[in-house]
């Protein structure tokens, strides 16, 4: 199995500033990894998939990069509706996987 | 508009079965495969099980976690898509969300719609 990190486990920063949240897989997956936001008392949303591929309807301010083994996704500019737990997947083998979530918090 | 909705959660004791629906609407059903994903109170996501679609074989994957004891089916009649619980134990307790899954080439699967998802709490 494939073992997603994710860091930090919390971030805490200031409405208008960026945010870098990191996803490491224990193996490489290619570039088959997804981002999805959750917020309290609501399923994920689908923020990126192929890495940097943003789903329809997402901001441009979301961007994901990497391959391979290591992933990073950015958050610029920080609005009041971003702040939520952000979860990555890997889909390059079974069974599929999710990091263990990073909490973008308000600082 | 893709919509998901699960219905079927509830109170079940230990060792007793409970199955998951969930309706869906605004896509065509047929052409997706569908997934269950968990999360247990303050945790994080766990993939249960997925089931392909006719195009990709009609087969299914699952979760270690769940294998033999959970089965994931689908009805393109109804638009609708299952999950079967058996020898439920308290490490189920989850929210437990219906999922479209999206793949490009058939074996690679990530989740584009989520339903909102039902409680289910195995406690005796």
């Known amino acids: 199995e494939i073992v997603m990190t994710q860091s930090p486990a919390t971030l805490s920063v200031s409405p208008g500033e960026s945010a870098t949240l990191s996803c490491r897989a224990s193996?490489?997956?290619?570039?088959?990894l997804a981002w999805y936001q959750q917020k309290p008392g609501q399923a994920p949303r689908l923020l990126i998939y192929g890495a940097s591929t943003r789903a329809t309807g997402i901001p441009a301010r979301f961007s994901g990069s990497g391959s391979g083994t290591e992933f990073t996704l950015i958050i610029s500019s920080l609005q009041s509706e971003d702040f939520a737990v952000y979860y990555c997947?890997?889909?390059?083998?079974?069974?599929?996987?999710f990091g263990g979530g990073t909490k973008v918090e308000i600082k | 508009e893709v919509h998901l909705v699960e219905s079927g959660g509830g109170l079940v004791q230990p060792g007793r079965s409970l199955r998951l629906s969930c309706t869906t609407s605004g896509f065509t059903f047929g052409d997706y495969a569908m997934s269950w994903v968990r999360q247990a109170p303050g945790k994080g996501l766990e993939w249960v099980g997925l089931f392909r679609s006719k195009t990709y074989g009609s087969t299914s994957e699952y979760a270690a976690s769940v294998k033999g004891r959970f089965t994931v089916s689908r009805d393109d009649s109804t638009a609708t898509a299952y999950l079967q619980m058996h020898s439920l134990e308290t490490e189920d307790t989850a929210v437990y969300y219906c999922?479209?899954?999206?793949?490009?080439?058939?074996?690679?699967?990530?989740?584009?719609?989520w339903g909102p998802g039902t409680l289910v709490t195995v406690s005796s």
């Open positions: 999922t479209r899954a999206l793949t490009f080439y058939g074996t690679l699967y990530f989740f584009d719609y």
């Open positions: 193996q490489s997956v290619s570039n088959n």
């Open positions: 997947q890997q889909y390059n083998n079974w069974p599929l996987t």
